[in-house]
């Protein structure tokens, strides 16, 4: 397992390269996505990137919604999938937000696709149903940018701290 780090300013350009490689595994369930691979400067402002390897083999992106961390993404090349780099890297964010302080860490995800919603709900994310408006305005967004024609679309949460350990045992 590579280990997971903070990602050097230098690694940004290769994570763009990342997240490009995974997203094309989306064509094999029939998705086009648009509107493609973040970007070096949304890396930029990230609150948190953390990368497995080096060179990074995939990263997790943090950013602060409503109050919450927000996964904004997390992307593993399709050559190192499947071997726990994944779930890793999602653990590693969950334990950066929780120690930054953060209550919970919410995402947007594909309810249906098998390493998006259900990969989510065996990490312990619930579906969130009252958004605040930073959510709400990421979710207008998804539909501004035809990911609603692709397939559902869901915000979760995941309590973090003690209460969200508590949680995540009960659920699972």
Request: with cysteine; hydrophobic share 45%.
């Amino acid at each position: 397992m590579p280990a997971i780090r903070p990602a050097d300013p230098e690694e940004l350009e290769q994570l763009v390269a990342v997240e490009a490689a995974a997203d094309r595994l989306f064509a094999t369930v029939g998705f086009d996505l648009y509107p493609g691979p973040g970007t070096i400067d949304g890396l930029r402002r990230a609150r948190a990137v953390l990368v497995a390897g080096r060179p990074p083999v995939g990263f997790a992106a943090v950013d602060e919604v409503d109050g919450s961390a927000h996964l904004e993404q997390l992307a593993v090349h399709p050559d190192h999938g499947r071997r726990g780099i994944g779930r890793a890297l999602l653990e590693a964010a969950c334990h950066w937000a929780s120690r930054a302080g953060y209550p919970t860490m919410t995402l947007v995800t594909f309810t249906d696709v098998a390493w998006n919603g259900p990969f989510y709900v065996r990490s312990g994310f619930v579906p969130l149903v009252e958004l605040g408006p930073g959510l709400a305005e990421l979710r207008a967004l998804d539909r501004a940018n035809g990911l609603e024609d692709l397939g559902c679309r869901q915000v979760m949460v995941r309590h973090l701290g003690p209460a969200g350990r508590r949680l995540q045992a009960s659920s699972g």
